[in-house]
């Protein structure tokens, strides 16, 4: 299960010719590094803390050249996607080795992983969504640090 959330940003025909090759670049790349940092900022703060761990591991990427860069925002935790998208009920239990450090994290006996583990098979879990809102919050800010890093 994956979804990728896409901003697009064009550069105007009258940017790209009033620009050199190698400053369109520098002016792109910075627009896009500074983009990511707002993104990861906002994913992170939407991302439920327990340990840390989901919430540490969101990293973003940058490759490419100005005609064809491309920003991630991502995590490679399975668990990153139990949280972004949630569980349906009636599914399959959860890995008990996965739930038992957090019953005992949150004060109950290690034998309540099985019982927290049932309920969330049969519950379901509701999605946190913290890529897609960080993705739709973020729009208008990262709009505003193209035409600042391309004006």
């Known amino acids: 299960m994956s979804e990728q959330y896409h901003l697009e940003v064009t550069v105007g025909d009258a940017v790209a010719a009033a620009l050199d090759p190698a400053q369109l670049d520098r002016r792109v790349r910075g627009a896009m590094e500074e ?13 439920p803390v327990d340990t840390g761990l989901a919430r540490g591991a969101t990293f973003t990427d ?11 925002v991502a995590n490679p935790l399975a668990h ?25 994290r949150h004060g109950m006996p290690p034998e309540a992983a099985w019982a927290v583990a ?3 098979a049969r519950r379901g879990t509701k999605a946190v969504r913290m890529f897609a809102g960080a993705a739709e ?3 208008g800010t990262v709009q505003a640090i193209f035409a600042r890093w391309l004006s």
């Not at 940058?62 to 991630?72: D, E, I, Q």
């Not at 998208?85 to 008990?96: E, F, H, I, Q, V």
């Open 137 to 139: 919050a973020g729009v």
């Open 62 to 72: 940058l490759r490419g050249s100005s005609v064809a860069l491309r920003g991630v």
């Open 80 to 104: 990153a996607v139990v949280l972004e998208y949630g569980r349906r009920p009636g599914g399959r239990m959860p890995p008990l080795d996965a739930i038992r450090p957090w019953v005992v």
């Open 118 to 120: 049932r309920a969330i």
């Open 35 to 47: 983009s990511l940092a707002y993104l990861q900022g906002e994913v992170m703060k939407r991302t």
